[in-house]
């Protein structure tokens, strides 16, 4: 990895004869993959119907092709969305631009809306270890069983779960990273591996709630 492309310093500026700190730039360099939250604003629903669910798959779709990106999960509830994507030649933020703007108008115009869909900034954590990625993975497709809208993580039609199990396919997840963490009968392994709902990785869960900035307690949205 060459240390000139990580982008994660913290700009000074000047600016009216005082010295201002300007946000922290996301870690970014070709093959990142980070764990993405995106909240409605000021956590408003960002799905009304069945059809908003398709229509954001369908430009995250467009987005992941134009940026060469690959998602490796996903989940959207009703007031954010959770990603698990690695990124190509280009960094993290302009695709999140790309998505983020493009729905936005979708929204505005069907509903007769004006201004922001989601929260101005998005959260994201770098991905770094191979047990990070197996528990995010996890994470995201219990976040609707965590909220209690249903019972198995395959219930719910709107994340990555049932592509990644086998029994559905939205052709958008690549699923082979996932899955080859697990030697034999991968998908009955991981299944096993998420559906263990215990507290056998508690501590996990609340690190990723804590690095992704969800602290507070899952809600049925």
């Not at 980070?34 to 908003?52: A, N, Q, S």
């Not at 900034?121 to 809208?149: G, W």
């Not at 086998?166 to 030697?183: C, H, M, P, V």
């Not at 392994?189 to 804590?210: L, M, T």
């Amino acid at each position: 990895m060459n240390d000139n492309m990580i982008k994660n310093n913290t700009h000074e500026i000047e600016g009216r004869g005082r010295r201002t700190i300007a946000r922290k730039l996301r870690a970014w360099f070709p093959g990142a993959v980070y764990h993405i939250m995106h909240r409605g604003v000021r956590r408003k629903p960002i799905f009304e119907d069945e059809t908003d669910y398709q229509v954001f798959l369908q430009i995250l779709k467009t987005c992941l092709e134009k940026y060469n990106c690959i998602l490796h999960a996903y989940c959207l509830m009703t007031n954010h969305i959770h990603l698990l994507v690695e990124t190509g030649d280009v960094e993290i933020g302009k695709f999140m631009k790309y998505m983020s703007e493009c729905y936005a108008m979708y929204i505005n115009h069907k509903y007769s809306y004006r201004g922001h869909v989601f929260e101005s900034r998005y959260k994201s954590c770098l991905v770094k270890e191979d047990t990070y990625f197996l528990q995010t993975s996890r994470y995201i497709h219990l976040n609707p069983v965590k909220a209690r809208m249903v019972t198995h993580p395959e219930e719910y039609l709107w994340s990555s779960y049932q592509t990644v199990i086998g029994i559905a396919d939205d052709r958008i997840t690549e699923k082979e990273k996932t899955l080859a963490y697990f030697s034999k009968n991968s998908v009955f392994y991981y299944r096993e591996f998420v559906e263990d709902i215990g507290y056998k990785y508690i501590v996990q869960e609340q690190h990723i709630r804590k690095m992704i900035g969800e602290e507070e307690l899952w809600l049925p949205w």
